[in-house]
Structures are given as structure tokens and as C-alpha cells.
């Protein structure tokens, strides 16, 4: 490995609620220690929900290594030391712990270098990000903090994805087999390959119980994997029991549906059951990019904000998804995800009906465009990428280089 005189990362990480906050920045920390050698310590002040997708994770440790990241409990006030590297990422505008705020003033008032201040914001399709992502800000210590703007555009800072995700995700569903090996590892009994298998990761909305009714009386056979959470919700009355009562492992058939229930895995083993699926429904940040990168036709279920600002940002990102698309695959697409996210379940059935009877060529331009958009998405670069480029264009330290042999 090479090694590096700027290599040693702090990420903090206030886990707001579900698992997106966490799932964003233990993706990003592994791709930095794995890619470029970096030492990243992930402090995290909610180890019970990271361990929804790290499932290895020991609650009660406070300090811990996996997969070259060291991940260290964030608790008030901060019990473990900290001690400034090269690069400080707060997460999603927490606030960051008294004692690191007063060791950045002091290292500052000693005029000895402190590290390059980074705010890693929330994903977002929308056109403004070009213009602010990268700006400083001066802050009342007297250091600047950068806004770090994840985007689709070759101006922001970009999308998290592993070097060679997409050869594996290739390779992966080359062979028929790694799917069926994936069902029979989770537990998952009477999938046909050929049957059609739907995973579903999502919030409540009424629009999920109403597919379900529609896949009931499907001709074929439907499966649906569906982890443990809040997708349940809104499917008491159709499993006419409580979402509490549900576990893992458990099954409901349901006329040509077989509702799965599934524990959750780690990232990885998300990764393929998305690779796996052949429609997702997907939710929040990160499990949406996944679904992207899954070359797979997907339900965006977006995080709801106040005053409906959702939906804005909802159609910002449908709107590049669908520039190079068939209108006709275009619209009905769109309008799918518009229903699912507004609740309009008889506009959710009629589009799901539409996509699902187009003709063969508008088929092969959608099948052409699921694998197109990951590679144009990226512009060129992935996020860790250009927020390498964009800590050595402001660091005073040696520059970081990619290792030229794998670490
Ligand atoms: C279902 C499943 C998910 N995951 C991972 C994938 C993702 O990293 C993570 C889920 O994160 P998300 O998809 O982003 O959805 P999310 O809804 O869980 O997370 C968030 O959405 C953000 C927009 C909000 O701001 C956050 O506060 C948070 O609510 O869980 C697994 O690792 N294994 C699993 O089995």
C-alpha cells in the first residue's frame, strides 16, 4: 500500500433516524481506506442502528475496527479522545462535539495546520447544488468549512461508487445461479427463476398495499423481499396482522404473490439482493443510488420533507433520469414514482399496467438505458474521487495519489 502523508480521515455521524445517515458515511469511509489506503475513524453516536447493516458490530464496544475503518462511539460529551488528522467530514450539518471544535481553535491559535473542514450534505438533483457545492464558509473560529455537495453533474461533488462495482454487478447477473444461491442463503423457499422478484425497501404509503393486490391476481407468479421495517406498515390489513408481530423468514402467499420476509444484511449483501431483484423498490439516499447502480428499473420512495419540498427534488431527479429515455417510457415511468410518493394508488396501478405492457423496442430502450445512466451518472469521476481532488486543491499537505497496486 502506498502510504500517504494526508491519510488519516474523521467522519462524524449523527444518526438522524433509519439508517441512511449511517449507511452514507460507512459507505464512503470503507471506499476511502479500501481505494486509497486513508485511515478513516467513523465516529457514530448510534452503534444500535448501524448494526442494522454491519450486523458483526459489537453495540457495546466503543472503539472497533472493520474493514480497515475504525468506528468509535460518539457520546456526550465525547468520552474518546480526539486527535486532528488531515481531513474532518461532519456529516449531513451535525454539530460537531465541543472538545473537537476546541481542539480545531486551538490548533489554530498555535498556527499549526489544521484539518481540511469538510460538511458532506445530502444528495440532491437539483440545479442549484452546481453552484454551491465547494463554497466556504467562514465559521466563528476563524477556519473556513467547505459545503461538500454530492450531485449528478460533473460540478458537484459527485456519487459514491466502488472502483469495479459495476463489472461485479456484471458478472453477477451473468449467471442465474448467484441469484439462486442468494435466494436459498436468505432463507427464501419456491422462488422459480423465473418467476418475477420485486424487493421492496420502503416508507409507509398506501400505493405499496395496492401493488400487492394488483401482483395477487397476477398471472405469473410475484415474489416480494421485504426486510423487517417500515414497508410493513401499510401491510397489516393485507396480512391482517401487526407489523410488530412479523419476523424474518416468514412467508405469506397471497393468490400469485408470496410476500417474503427478510432479515436485513449488510451493505454488500443489499447490494446483490438489488442485483438480484428485477424490479426495486428503494427509499431515502442510499439505497436509491444503489438501486441505480443495480442496473435494475426502480420505485424512488424520497425521504418526505416539510411543505411537500420532496416532490421538487423527487422531479429534479426524474427529470435527468428521463432526458435520453422514450417519452412514452419517460412519462408513465415518471408518473409511477410521482403516484408512489403522493399516495395515488390507482395512478401507481395504471402506469405499473402501461410500463409492463410497452412493446418490445421501447423494452430494449429502457433495458439499454438502465445500463447507460450508472456510467453517464458518473460523469467521469465517483465521489471519493473528486473529494480527494477536492481536499489536496485546498490542503497545505502532501497530495493524496490513488495507490497503483490494490491495497
Ligand atoms: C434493507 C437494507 C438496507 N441497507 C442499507 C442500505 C443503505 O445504506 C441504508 C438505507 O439508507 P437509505 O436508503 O438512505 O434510506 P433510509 O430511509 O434508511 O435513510 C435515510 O434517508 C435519508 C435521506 C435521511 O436523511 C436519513 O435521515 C435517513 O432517514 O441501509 C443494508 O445495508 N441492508 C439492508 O438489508
Redesign the pocket.
Known sequence: MKTTTASRWDIFCLV??????I??T??LAKQLHKEYGIHVTLWVDCLASFA??LPALDIKQRSQHFDGVTIKLWDQPLSQDYCAGDVLIEA?ACELPASVKDELSRLNAAKQTVPVWLNLE?LCAEAWVDGCHGLPSMQTNGLLKYFYFPGFSDKSGGLICEQGLFSERDAWQADTCNKVNLFTQLGLKGIDPADTVISI?S?ETPALAALCKLWQQSKDKVHALI?K?RSLNSLTALLNCDASDIMPGQQFHLGNLTIHI?P????Q??DR?LWSADFNI???????L?AQWAAKPFIWHI?PQEDDYHLVKLRAFLEIYCDNLAPELANHWSELNIAFNTGESNSVLSHWEQLNSVDLSLLQDGQHHLQQWPVDALNDADLATRLINFVNSKSSRAKIEKPKIGI
Do not use: A, C, K
Open positions: 438522524v433516524d433509519n439508517f441512511g445517515d449507511g452514507v460507512w459507505r442494522h447493516i449531513f445530502y425497501f416508507y426486510p421495517g427478510l436485513m444484511t449488510d451493505q449483501g443489499y439482493l428503494v427509499r431515502g439516499e442510499d439505497s436509491f444503489r425521504y
